[in-house]
């Protein structure tokens, strides 16, 4: 491999580091925990609890199933 060719390899190598490093602490971490934090209440959820969507409605649960036909 020529000098220039590892020099200009070094140069990108570190930018693209600190990226992938950056989108994963702040965008893709937390975001899991979202996901992890969302089914660990969805899965608490029971018959007759009372709840509020996130459009405002309020409603109160009466039957609890793993999946819905449409």
Do not use: W
Request: hydrophobic share 40%; no cysteine; glycine share 4%.
């Amino acid at each position: 491999m020529p000098p220039n060719q590892a020099s200009s390899l070094l140069q990108i190598v570190p930018p693209m580091a600190f990226m992938f490093i950056f989108f994963y602490f702040f965008i893709i971490r937390p975001q899991k925990a979202k996901e992890k934090e969302h089914q660990k209440m969805l899965d608490s959820l029971s018959k007759n609890d009372e709840i509020i969507t996130s459009g405002g409605i309020h409603g109160t649960i009466v039957n609890v199933k793993d999946k819905t036909s449409l």
